[in-house]
């Protein structure tokens, strides 16, 4: 069974440093995608980023780029330049196919602070 | 702009009492969710329409109802809310084939008294 892991439940980064949250999963397939989404509070989620497994090259979107080691199951994001504006939930994702169904498997989240 | 909404924002419902929560979507997915998120977790799966094809998560309780009239709504129907099943509800979409990423509306908080 596909399994995402946030060994991280809190995170705290000073604004305009970097910080890097953590993720690992487990799945048997080899074709696949993983996904970082971003929860503020009392809003609504939306996705930050988007990788997909056949591809090697490491996805970036503006300040936020992945690290994705597919041998090692890992795909961190790193969030450079913190604006006060990251603050949030973020919970890592990986697309599961199941009977003909795309599902999100996720994992239990990161909280990120970002301090002035 | 195209994007997923939900209705209402905050719901308060009696323990036992039936409610219904809508989710509307003007991105023309054919697949919408719905997901229960209790307060710093991770969302869980409730069930998703495949277009009118209705697949419930196996560990989703019978309590919890959904419709989807045509492509662009969707509802949830808790049948009878236990102080359990106080949550936020999300609704989210996503059309398969494509990016495969799902969409999100911005949930409704329902608080069971």
């Known amino acids: 069974a596909q399994t995402v892991t946030q060994s991280q439940p809190e995170m705290s980064v000073q604004e305009a440093e970097t910080v890097t949250l953590s993720c690992t999963y487990d799945t048997s397939e080899s074709d696949y995608y993983l996904f970082w989404y971003k929860q503020p509070p009392s809003r609504q989620m939306i996705l930050v980023i988007r990788q997909e497994a056949y591809k090697q090259q490491n996805a970036t979107e503006n300040r936020f780029s992945v690290n994705f080691q597919k041998a090692a199951k890992s795909f961190s994001l790193k969030i450079s330049d913190s604006q006060l504006g990251d603050a949030a939930m973020y919970f890592c994702a990986y697309r599961k196919t199941q009977g003909g169904s795309e599902k999100l498997v996720f994992g239990k989240g990161t909280k990120l602070t970002v301090n002035p | 702009d195209a994007m997923v909404i939900q209705n209402p924002r905050y719901q308060v419902t009696q323990f036992g009492k039936p409610v219904t929560l809508s989710c509307s979507q003007t991105?023309?997915?054919?697949?919408m969710y719905w997901y229960q998120q209790k307060s710093s977790q991770a969302p869980k799966l409730l069930f998703h329409?495949?277009?009118?094809?209705?697949?419930n998560e196996a560990d989703t309780p019978d309590n919890f109802q959904s419709r989807r009239p045509n492509t662009s709504f969707c509802f949830l129907d808790i049948r009878s809310p236990g102080l359990g099943d106080a949550a936020m509800y999300l609704c989210a979409t996503s059309s398969r084939g494509l990016t495969y990423e799902q969409y999100f509306g911005p949930g409704t908080r329902l608080t069971v008294t």
């Open positions: 329409y495949y277009d009118k094809d209705f697949n």
């Open positions: 991105l023309n997915h054919n697949v």
